[in-house]
Structure formats: C-alpha cells, structure tokens
C-alpha cells in the first residue's frame, strides 16, 4: 500500500554520471535518471522534485561542473528545495555484442545490449544511505537469413539501449523501495 503523500520523503534526483569505459554511450545516464524517476513517481513511496528545478539550482550554485554532490552541497540543494533526500545514481558499464551463428542454409545474428548501473537514496542531513540498488538491464534482437530471404531486422543498437535502461529503471526503482522500506 502506498503511503500517503504527507508520509512520503521529498527526493531530489541529482544529474547521474557516467562511469562505464566506452564513452561512446555516454549520455544515456540522463535517460536512466529520468526513467527511474518516473518507475519511482509510479510506486508513490517517495515525492521526486522534477530534475529541471534540481539541474537550474545546481547551476545556479555553481556544483554542477565539479559533478559531485559533498555533504555541504546536498545539505544546501536540499534547503533551498525543502528536500529530504537525493537520489544519485551512475551508469557502470554497457556492453554491445553481436553474435553470429550458420547451420546448413542459414544465418542468424543475434545482438544482445546490456546496460548495468547503480542508484541510492541518501538522506541530506545525515548522510545515511536509505536505499539502494543495483541491476543489468538487457535488450536483445535477431535477424535470419535463409535461402536469400531475411526474417526480421535487427534494431539499432540506440532502440535497444533505450529499452535496456527503461527494464533497468524498473529494477533499479524496485530495488530502492524494497531497500528503504526494509530499514
């Protein structure tokens, strides 16, 4: 049961990073916080600022450029905001891989995306961690070829990698439910 919206902490999501090693999916880490916002906005446990007001305040405070979020800064964030807690999170790897297979008069090409990443809840004034998670999510498309002919296509590696980070968002926001109404 939902609890209701007096009950429920005001979060404000902070800009997620990007640690994974290819920088060629940079990026997508803005697409991810958005998505577990929303899977977060869903399970009606926590209130989310919009990340509009949460970027124009850390511009204005000028933290944004250093890309961390101190205990000082997150202590005024939340001030100005009337936040109880921020969300951080940061995309860990992402993996692309394509396989091939041939039997007799066939081909088939499977492409499978993979997107890892991390997320936590931290309370302003005390640091502590209310909740947390940690997930892959996965994408996967085929094509076949036979006798000349092709069934299916695969999708760009842009579509799956959307749609990995949205399975993803889903697990992340149910993991940080699950581990903020544990504690």
Known sequence: MAASKNNRILVAVIPFTYKAENPKYAGIEEGLAQAVSSELVKKKVFRIIERERVDTLLKEIKYQQMGIVNPETALQLGKHLGAQAYLLGSVVSVSVRDEWRSVKFAEKTVRFVEVEAEVKIVDIQTGEVLGSGRAIGKS????????????????????????AVQNLSEKLSKDLVKTYKSE
């Open 140 to 163: 996967k498309t085929a094509e076949k070829h036979a006798f000349g002919g092709k069934i299916g296509d695969l999708a760009t590696i842009q579509s799956m990698t959307q749609k």
